[in-house]
């Protein structure tokens, strides 16, 4: 018997505060809109993705992937952010979730946590292990990341836009989030 394939970009994730919706080519413009905010990026190792130019790989990627979304505000409809699934390796039943950024207004206000409980929720459902790699230096992510229950399992060396930092390498178990 074949497992069920995974539908990396459900349209139907969402609750009271976030949506989720497949991220398309048109949603540029409105989450560039979010993105140019310097401050969103102070702890990020691409620190400079508030420029366009860099903006634009980054979104193409996002793209390309088949497994981004955009998160919409629920009742305003407002874009206020992106995240996504990456690093799919069925022989594990393992997936990472990340890439993920909000606009300043909405960080500590619980919108994070819906994103990935509606992501989490959803991907336990065929996968048993999410990964999440932060930087060393991205200390709001750390602590979210704790938040959900994920715990640090190793330290690595990782670059982007040639320039290297530490990454740490989170991992949440489907047994330690049902």
């Known amino acids: 018997?074949?497992?069920?394939?995974?539908?990396?970009?459900?349209?139907?994730?969402?609750?009271?505060?976030?949506?989720?919706?497949?991220?398309?080519?048109?949603?540029?413009?409105?989450?560039?809109?979010?993105?140019?905010?310097?401050?969103?990026?102070?702890?990020?190792?691409?620190?400079?993705?508030?420029?366009?130019?860099?903006?634009?790989?980054?979104?193409?990627?996002?793209?390309?992937?088949?497994?981004?979304?955009?998160i919409v505000e629920a009742t305003t409809n407002m874009i206020i952010g992106t995240t996504r699934f990456y690093d799919y390796i069925p022989q594990t039943s393992s997936i990472a979730i990340g890439y993920t950024f909000l606009m300043r207004e909405c960080w500590g206000g619980g919108y994070n946590m819906a994103v990935k409980k509606n992501l989490l929720n959803y991907i336990f459902n065929f996968i048993d292990n999410v990964y999440f790699h932060v930087g060393s230096q991205n200390f709001r992510s750390q602590i979210a990341v704790k938040r959900l229950g994920a715990t640090k399992v190793r330290e690595y060396n990782s670059e982007t836009n040639g320039?290297?930092?530490?990454?740490?390498?989170y991992l949440l178990i489907k047994n330690n989030w049902i």
């Not at 074949?2 to 139907?12: A, E, G, M, V, W």
């Not at 620190?47 to 981004?68: H, L, M």
């Not at 320039?163 to 390498?169: A, D, G, W």
Request: hydrophobic share 45%; glycine share 4%.
């Open 1 to 70: 018997m074949q497992p069920t394939p995974i539908n990396f970009q459900p349209d139907n994730l969402g609750d009271d505060l976030v949506k989720l919706l497949p991220l398309e080519a048109a949603n540029y413009d409105g989450l560039y809109a979010v993105a140019a905010d310097p401050l969103l990026w102070e702890q990020h190792p691409a620190s400079d993705r508030y420029k366009p130019e860099v903006f634009r790989s980054f979104f193409d990627a996002a793209i390309d992937s088949g497994t981004a979304f955009l």
């Open 163 to 169: 320039i290297p930092f530490i990454s740490f390498e």
